[in-house]
T-cell receptor
Framework: GESVGLHLPTLSVQEGDNSIINCAYS??????FIWYKQESGKGPQFIID?????DKRQGQRVTVLLNKTVKHLSLQIAATQPGDSAVYFC?????????FGTGTRLKVLA | NAGVTQTPKFRVLKTGQSMTLLCAQD?????MYWYRQDPGMGLRLIHY???????AKGEVPDGYNVSRLKKQNFLLGLESAAPSQTSVYFC???????????FGNGTRLTVT
């Protein structure tokens, strides 16, 4: 659980503010991208996905932006809540494989 | 609908012992994956399967074997455990490679 999060970059935000988490992906041929949330002691949980033919997709309180020119993905969380505290990481798919970033820890300050 | 179930949740092994980690999914997914997660290194792919009876090597396959005899099950074996295999192991499955991976809650393995 907690030991998995050691050495991760951390983003601290005030409760109610918006959060932006960034990810650089590695392969220009990747055509499908996913954001995951991982809480301590649990498996990664799907948040939102986007295909390479899109540059923006919105869900409930979350938005994913894709910039294929610079191979960059971002996750925006609106009105961040204490329950949003977790490690977030992105994934790209290439052939049969899902390739994961190392993650960012989001801390929500009361 | 249980999703992806991993057993056991925790295990301690001595160096040289063997064990099998079990993964079961009830979503009729074709694709199944085993990852290990270590601090600061993200999820690394050990082995994967694109369908019943198939397996393939991932990024870090050495010291592990897998079998997919039934579509719903994907087993990960450690033949002779080493301290370097101390990690959290996650199984995941997906309908296709353009759909989300569904993860189990992991097996925390310590090798002393």
């Amino acid at each position: 659980g907690e030991s998995v999060g050691l050495h991760l970059p951390t983003l601290s935000v005030q409760e109610g503010d918006n959060s932006i988490i960034n990810c650089a992906y590695s392969n220009s041929a990747s055509d499908y991208f996913i954001w995951y949330k991982q809480e301590s002691g649990k498996g990664p949980q799907f948040i939102i996905d986007i295909r390479s033919n899109m540059d923006k997709r919105q869900g409930q309180r979350v938005t994913v932006l894709l910039n294929k020119t610079v191979k960059h993905l971002s996750l925006q969380i609106a009105a961040t809540q204490p329950g949003d505290s977790a490690v977030y990481f992105c994934a790209e798919t290439l052939a049969y494989k899902y390739i994961f970033g190392t993650g960012t820890r989001l801390k929500v300050l009361a | 609908n249980a999703g992806v179930t991993q057993t056991p949740k925790f295990r301690v092994l001595k160096t040289g012992q063997s064990m099998t980690l079990l993964c079961a999914q009830d979503m009729n997914h074709e694709y199944m994956y085993w990852y290990r997660q270590d601090p600061g290194m993200g999820l690394r792919l050990i082995h994967y399967s694109v369908g019943e009876g198939t397996t393939a090597k991932g990024e870090v396959p050495d010291g592990y074997n897998v079998s997919r005899l039934k579509k719903q099950n994907f087993l990960l074996g450690l033949e002779s455990a080493a301290p370097s295999q101390t990690s959290v192991y996650f199984c995941a499955s997906s309908y296709s490679t353009n759909s989300p991976l569904h993860f189990g809650n992991g097996t925390r393995l310590t090798v002393t």
